[in-house]
C-alpha cells in the first residue's frame, strides 16, 4: 500500500498473532478481543486506496471468522461470537464494493456463508 504509515505497518504487523487468536479461540471469554481484530479489519480497510483491497480485507476478515465459527474444535461461545459478528466487515464489504468483480467476490463469499453456517450449526 503506498503512504502506508509505520504505526500503520505496525498494526498490520502486530494483526498476525491476533488472527491466530481468533482462529484458535484462545481466549474464548473476551469478546474484547474479537471486537479489536474486527476494528482493525475495518480500520485497515479504510486506509486501503484500492476498491479491490479493501474488499480483500474485509472478506479476510470475514473468512477468518467464518472459518472459526465452522470448527468444532474451537469453543462453542467463541464460535458464537465469531457468527454473530461476521455481518460486520460483510456489510462493509457490499457497501464498498464498486465493481462487478467486486461484487462478485461478496456475493460468492455470502452465498458460502448461507450454505456452511446451517451444516455446522
Known sequence: MMG???AFAMMLKGSTNLQQQIRTGCSPDDPELLQHY????????D???ASSE???????????????????QVALNWRHL???????PLLRAEKTSTTASDH??????SLQFRLLTP???
Open 4 to 6: 502506508m504509515t509505520p
Open 38 to 45: 474486527i476494528n482493525l479489519a475495518l480500520d485497515s480497510a
Open 47 to 49: 486506509a486501503a486506496e
Open 54 to 72: 479493501k474488499i480483500r480485507i474485509l472478506l479476510a476478515c470475514a473468512s477468518l471468522l467464518l472459518e472459526t465459527a465452522c470448527d468444532h
Open 82 to 88: 465469531c457468527l454473530d459478528q461476521i455481518y460486520r
Open 104 to 109: 462478485y467476490r461478496v456475493r460468492q463469499f
Open 119 to 121: 451444516t455446522f450449526f
